[in-house]
């Protein structure tokens, strides 16, 4: 049951990816502010969706660190729907000439930025990165996989289905983002072995989450394990700066 569904989910992103990949900048633009106007405008959806995940989150023991990253409030909805946003202002990477250069006998090469193909994302409690992930992957004309925490499956749930109507609205295929249903740990070993359909994984999430993935998954990944935490101070540069950016980035958030 479980495998038949995501390798039917996976058959269907790929068909999507195709038929997404040649979509100029202005249809997927109009999809993403699509998706920002509804998520602003279903904010009353999301939190009762969000309260469901917290409730059922405070009654198993969730460690108040997963319940923050877990939260949604109405500052973070709209953090959430500007970051949509933003995402829309930033260039168009497809089509982007990164080099080319023409050999002794005649022939001119380009290095061109196309679409990957079928991305799968495999995250854990924060359900905002339903939202980011979607947008991030349909900016590049990739279709997205989404496989997110048992703990947000409700919060999940309501902002892919605001994805999938902002999709429709740009008259973009609806299958171009979909969300994995199934809870249970096995859906992301199998989701990460559709190597006829997924051209690449992105884990996002804890040290155990990542090497998990990276272990059973027969897709490329891309891997961060303790993440890239660093920050580098270069001569004359100014310290008390760098000592604000560095109290800023650990500390005014610790759950995330």
Do not use: W
Not at 37 to 55: G, Q, S, V
């Amino acid at each position: 049951m479980v495998e038949a569904e995501i390798a039917a989910i996976c058959a269907r992103a790929r068909v999507a990816a195709r038929k997404l990949a040649p979509h100029p900048r202005a249809d997927k633009d109009e999809a993403l502010k699509a998706l920002a106007k509804r998520i602003r405008a279903a904010k009353t959806e999301i939190l009762a969706a969000n309260a469901r995940d917290m409730a059922r989150a405070e009654s198993r023991g969730t460690s108040p660190a997963m319940l923050d990253r877990l939260a949604l409030d109405e500052r973070r909805i709209a953090s959430m729907a500007d970051g949509v946003e933003q995402i829309a202002d930033l260039n168009d990477p497809v089509g982007e000439t990164i080099s080319e250069t023409t050999r002794a006998n005649g022939i001119h090469i380009k290095r061109v930025r196309v679409p990957i193909g079928v991305i799968a994302m495999v995250y854990e409690a924060r359900p905002n990165v339903t939202a980011e992930a979607s947008a991030l992957c349909l900016k590049a004309g990739n279709a997205v996989v989404l496989r997110g925490g048992t703990e947000a499956s409700a919060s999940n749930a309501a902002i892919a289905k605001l994805v999938t109507e902002a999709l429709e609205d740009a008259r973009l295929p609806r299958d171009a983002v979909q969300l994995i249903p199934f809870a249970d740990r096995d859906a992301v070993r199998v989701l990460v072995q559709q190597t006829e359909t997924v051209d690449l994984v992105i884990p996002r999430g804890g040290e155990g989450l990542i090497r998990t993935v990276t272990e059973q998954s027969r897709v490329p990944v891309v891997q961060h394990y303790k993440g890239v935490c660093h920050l580098y101070l270069d001569e004359g540069c100014d310290a008390e700066m760098a000592l604000r950016l560095v109290t800023d980035g650990k500390l005014s958030r610790p759950g995330v």
